[in-house]
């Protein structure tokens, strides 16, 4: 198993620091697909790979198992998430219902200041290359990500510490597998500025509305995707 962001930690850096550095630099490439949905875990490799010691590292591996990138199957270890299409569906209604309360009350609650950045952070990502190109959609996380601002917005500390915390890097990682469908991205960009406008004008409702029609689409943009592979896999077996 080989990282795009291969690195060779010095032995000054302490136990904790390294441990952070290696968490960070796994944790992105899952997160891009770097390393491939339900490959294997491989203390030894990753050890040698970043001349790390077990301890750190296995720290490691339990933070990114807290942010569900890793799930831990009996007799064989650590494995990267590879979710079913059930699952992600499941994931993407929560989301739905979530992200639209989050929406909801930031629309109540979000300062002027927050709203101003919010939209800078749509500015930015209409700078974008791949965006400009259509080719995806702005991914970069924390306060430059429009959901997450939004969600902090919220001012709902038990919602934010979900959203934000416990599933945001497995979200992310399906947002950034998903973001290259044709047309999606100048799609889901149109929708981010109008839930951004009904947060300005403080209607909550709306904005949640809003919300919940824009992970939808993103949720049957999946389910398209799901049905074209099944199609595709049926009629390759009956060539066969």
């Known amino acids: 198993m080989l990282l795009e962001s291969e690195a060779s930690p010095t032995a000054q850096v302490d136990s904790e620091t390294l441990s952070e550095h290696v968490f960070r630099l796994i944790q992105a490439a899952i997160v891009k697909g770097e390393i491939a949905p339900g490959s294997k875990i491989s203390e030894p490799e990753l050890a040698r790979t970043y001349g790390i010691s077990r301890g750190p590292l296995r720290e490691a591996i339990h933070r990114l198992e807290g942010q569900k990138l890793l799930v831990r199957v009996p007799h064989v270890g650590a494995r990267v998430v590879s979710l079913s299409h059930a699952e992600l569906i499941e994931l993407y209604e929560i989301r739905e219902s979530l992200e639209g309360m989050a929406c909801r009350l930031a629309a109540e609650r979000m300062t002027q200041q927050g709203i101003d950045e919010l939209r ?12 400009k190109a259509g080719v995806g959609y702005y991914q970069q996380e924390g306060d430059f990500d429009f959901h997450y601002r939004i969600i902090q917005g919220s001012g709902n500390r038990t919602l934010a510490k979900l959203l934000c915390d416990e599933l945001y890097q497995l979200v992310r990682m399906y947002r950034l597998q998903f973001s290259a469908t044709p047309n999606r991205p100048h799609q889901a960009f149109a929708e981010h500025h109008r839930i951004l406008d009904a947060i300005a004008e403080r209607d909550g409702e709306l904005a949640e509305l809003l919300m919940r029609r824009h992970i939808g689409a993103s949720k049957r943009n999946i389910e398209r995707h799901y049905k074209e592979a099944l199609a595709t896999s049926s009629k390759t077996r009956g060539d066969s």
């Not at 800078?120 to 209409?126: F, K, S, T």
Request: proline share 0%; glycine share 0%.
């Open 120 to 131: 800078r952070v749509l500015e930015l990502h209409e700078q974008d290359a791949a965006f």
